[in-house]
């Protein structure tokens, strides 16, 4: 994570200095293609490192699918219907629920919330229009969630809704002074390269 975060800085970095140098003199083609493509790899082995101490919004969970199983087995519904074993799913990190097949949603929403606390709870509702397998279950999501969540930590997406743990104060300066050094840094290199293919 921390290589692809420096690469996304030097992708940024080498699409200003391209800039800079088809502006300065557009016939330079080969400096141009280098000063593209150079940047993500160098800011990526420089930084990497560096972003890849960044902390995480809260301390994780070391097991969230089970605790996700064990905290929700209680509203299996029976073979064929909806289970904890089929319907909670896992990258390793986040938690995606499945609320298809469910009768009892906004028990399942709300004990789920308790996980969001400290992982990413994704929850499978579909698109919520008339062609939906249950065209009701988005909205019956969103009442729970809305109600008992910040703004900040729920996301709608086109087929879920995501609810985060909430950013602790350590992690919000923390990336409040990364980004107060890139904003100052990457204008500053920028314009030493137009003085340097000015000349």
């Known amino acids: 994570m ?54 995480r919004p809260v301390k994780l969970s070391k097991k969230p699918l089970e605790e996700a199983r064990e905290l929700l087995t209680r509203f299996n519904e029976g073979q064929g219907s909806w289970r904890v074993l089929s319907h909670i799913s896992s990258d ?17 929403v709300e004990a ?40 900040l930590r729920r996301t709608r997406k086109v087929k879920s809704i995501e609810v985060s743990p909430e950013k602790t104060r350590e992690y919000n300066e923390y990336q409040s002074k990364l980004n107060k050094v890139l904003f100052t840094l990457l204008p500053i290199v920028s314009f030493l390269a137009w003085l340097e293919m000015k000349k």
């Open 112 to 151: 789920a919330l308790e996980l969001a606390d400290t992982t990413t709870v994704k929850f499978i509702v579909g698109k919520g229009n008339a062609k939906s397998t249950s065209p009701e279950l988005r909205d019956r999501v969103l009442s729970v969630v809305e109600s008992k969540v910040n703004i």
């Open 92 to 108: 390793g990190m986040n938690i995606r629920i499945d609320l298809h097949n469910l009768k009892n949603v906004e028990g399942v």
């Open 2 to 55: 921390g290589l692809q975060a420096g690469a996304l800085i030097g992708l940024y970095l080498g699409f200003s200095l391209a800039t800079i140098s088809v502006l300065t003199d557009a016939e330079e083609i080969k400096r141009t293609i280098y000063l593209i493509c150079l940047p993500p790899f160098i800011v990526s082995i420089l930084l990497g490192p560096f972003l890849a101490k960044r902390r």
